[in-house]
């Protein structure tokens, strides 16, 4: 069964700040991983999906990589700005894909707060 | 990309009373759609995987018998929660799968569904 745990659980940097958030797993066997966003109250906003073959995918300023042998995840943010201010989860498939119907395993969340 | 809706948003109920949230898949099928709970300054947690034209399978803890999942549709899954209680307020967020081209699932969530007994 994965488990999916992410640290720190609140980061505080001022704006411009280059920032890295992260994320361990304790299965190798990983089909993928999902980073989200969610601000207050609302729902999740998928940022990246790393499929079990990548090592990494970007997306503007976001930058995600997967290492499967040490069962980590990292979220990379560049030159962060207050927008950026939410909760970042890290999720993956609870088990084996092959019905395709696998729910997810959600990490506790980074509370990220960008000062301006 | 694909969108999933839920309805309603936001919701405040008396105890003892049951409420109906709709998660719908706009713009495809999803044969399993996935219901999550998150509770205050807490991650989600899974409550139940709701299956169309199948009883759905609920996770350790959650009484199937209170939180009632219809999934009559491709489109279409209910979670009912009878007899609500001040406890069951919670945010409430379902999801559904998509094939993507890699032959990987990616899961796309609904915005959530506040709901707060009284």
């Known amino acids: 069964k994965q488990e999916v745990t992410q640290i720190p659980a609140a980061l505080s940097v001022p704006e411009g700040e280059n920032l890295v958030l992260n994320c361990s797993f304790t299965d190798s066997a990983i089909y993928n991983l999902q980073w989200f966003r969610q601000d207050p109250g609302k729902g999740l906003t998928s940022l990246l999906l790393?499929?079990?073959?990548?090592r990494e995918q970007t997306s503007g300023r976001l930058n995600a990589s997967l290492d499967k042998s040490s069962g980590r995840s990292t979220l990379y943010i560049a030159a962060s700005q207050p927008g950026d201010s939410a909760t970042y989860l890290c999720a993956s498939p609870r088990g084996p894909m092959d019905t395709g119907r696998r729910a997810l395993t959600f990490g506790s969340g980074t509370r990220l707060q960008v000062q301006p | 990309g694909a969108v999933v809706s839920q309805h309603p948003s936001w919701v405040i109920c008396k105890s003892g009373t049951s409420v109906k949230i709709e998660c719908r898949s706009l713009d495809f099928q999803a044969t399993t759609m996935f219901w999550y709970r998150q509770f205050p300054k807490q991650s989600l947690m899974l409550m139940a995987t709701s299956n169309e034209g199948s009883k759905a399978t609920y996770e350790q803890g959650v009484e199937k018998d209170k939180f009632l999942i219809n999934h009559a549709s491709l489109t279409l899954s209910t979670l009912t929660v009878t007899s609500a209680h001040p406890e069951d307020s919670s945010f409430y967020i379902c999801s559904a799968n998509e094939l993507t081209g890699l032959s990987s699932y990616e899961q796309y969530f609904g915005p959530g569904t506040r709901l707060t007994v009284t």
């Open positions: 790393i499929q079990s073959s990548q």
